[in-house]
């Protein structure tokens, strides 16, 4: 049972200190709710991560009465920055490391399936019941001294089971982004679908749930998913699921490879889309509504698969200079991913490690000195003079100097 030291530990480094700031906003907060005649919830992510001992650096609170009015108070308390998201009555409360997200305990309806909720003031228990899972529908009431954990739908229960379970059998018609959310759960704490919420994911992938999503909102849950620890579990599991297919009938899971070094997000998204070809990609991008760094992430990613032999096979560093210079550094991360222990890959790594930021030490005013006029022509001098530095041909600023008078000879004999 989650105790108030518990709760006075949130946010602690393991070894049941608190972070700091942690304490105080988590003592400060029924103090503003209270004169206010309001009442304040440690909920969700935060309970839930108590109970099974993992750290927490965010704190979630669910006010009964409202949250923006708490937040602009702990804002003004605490010195931290406030956003605040009047449709929905929540906001957050930056402040150095600490983030406090703050929520109206309200009661959720859909118009549709896959639509944004309708939102009106409700009660704890309503803030509750309309959450994704089980485990993440517990609420802990602030301060810590006046009850215990509020658990309706036995959330500590499956925890304990290691089960995902959604609260209502309509849950994933509601928000099919839940499905995403489920595997992510599943694979970061090793937990097991439960098989009422299995069959229930599969009935709501068979009715086509995703086309009800915005792009938007898929590539939201994306990016959650590729933020975690090791993204390719999840990944791997969503695409059991079918839940790849659904994003896109082109894309799969199956070949992402385990990596232990930490990757960038935006690289996972490269490695994903490693066996799309280019109309496969930019139809990807069309779904996903996706950014300009997406974008070019899942462009580049088609070029580079596409140039692969050719990046294998270059004998010198200018060759995959040519090939690569441009290409987002993501795309090239996540190529090294998939290719990884091959030529490509080896090629790819010195680019990014050695090669790519290679210029020659001869500056456009040195070029003008010698003779080279600006324009065209002392573009091409620069690019010739990068190509010798890369290939190993100059050594010094008295070799390219030399290479410069060479060259402009050779150039001014063949404009005649």
Not at 66 to 78: H, N, P
Not at 81 to 89: A, M, N, S
Not at 363 to 386: N, S, T, Y
């Amino acid at each position: 049972m989650l105790t108030p030291t518990d709760v006075a530990t949130i946010g602690g480094d393991g070894n049941g200190d608190p972070v700091d700031g942690h304490r105080f906003v988590l003592d400060r907060i029924p103090v503003i709710a209270d004169y206010l005649g309001f009442e304040a919830y440690l909920v969700g992510g935060p309970v839930r991560d108590r109970l099974l001992g993992v750290t927490t650096t965010d704190l979630d609170i669910a006010v009964v009465g409202d949250a923006v009015i708490v937040a602009e108070k702990l804002a003004s308390d605490i010195n931290g920055r406030l956003t605040v998201h009047q449709r929905f009555g929540t906001a957050t409360v930056t402040a150095g490391a600490l983030t406090i997200d703050l929520v109206t305990a309200r009661r959720e309806t859909y118009s549709s399936p896959g639509a944004l909720p309708d939102v009106e003031r409700g009660e704890i228990a309503d803030d509750l019941a309309r959450r994704d899972f089980t485990i993440n529908a517990m609420a802990m009431p602030l301060p810590a001294s006046v009850g215990e954990l509020v658990d309706p739908h036995q959330g500590q229960a499956d925890l304990e089971s290691g089960l995902i379970r959604v609260i209502h059998a309509g849950s994933f018609r509601d928000d099919p982004t839940r499905i995403l959310r489920a595997v992510r759960y599943a694979a970061r704490f090793g937990f097991t679908i439960e098989p009422d919420t299995a069959t229930l994911m599969s009935q709501a992938l068979a009715a086509r749930a995703f086309s009800t999503l915005t792009g938007d909102r898929v590539r939201h849950e994306l990016e959650r998913t590729f933020q975690e620890s090791d993204p390719a579990a999840p990944l791997r599991l969503a695409g059991d699921c079918g839940v790849m297919t659904a994003i896109h009938p082109a894309l799969t899971a199956s070949h992402l490879p385990d990596v232990g070094e930490t990757v960038t997000p935006l690289a996972w998204l490269a490695a994903l889309v490693w066996p799309l070809n280019a109309d496969e990609g930019a139809a990807l991008t069309a779904r996903l509504n996706a950014p300009s760094d997406w974008a070019r992430v899942i462009a580049d990613t088609a070029r580079i698969r596409a140039l692969a032999s050719s990046i294998g096979d270059a004998a010198k560093p200018s060759d995959v200079c040519a090939l690569l210079d441009g290409m987002a550094p993501d795309a090239l991360k996540g190529a090294i991913m998939m290719a990884a222990g091959s030529p490509i890959a080896d090629q790819i790594g010195r680019y990014l490690s050695e090669w790519w930021s290679v210029a020659p030490r001869l500056r456009g005013h040195d070029l003008l000195a010698l003779g080279v006029p600006a324009g065209p022509e002392m573009g091409a001098a620069l690019r010739e003079l990068r190509r010798a530095r890369l290939d190993g041909e100059t050594h010094s600023v008295q070799d390219e100097q030399e290479l410069v008078r060479n060259w402009a000879q050779v150039s001014d004999r063949t404009t005649r």
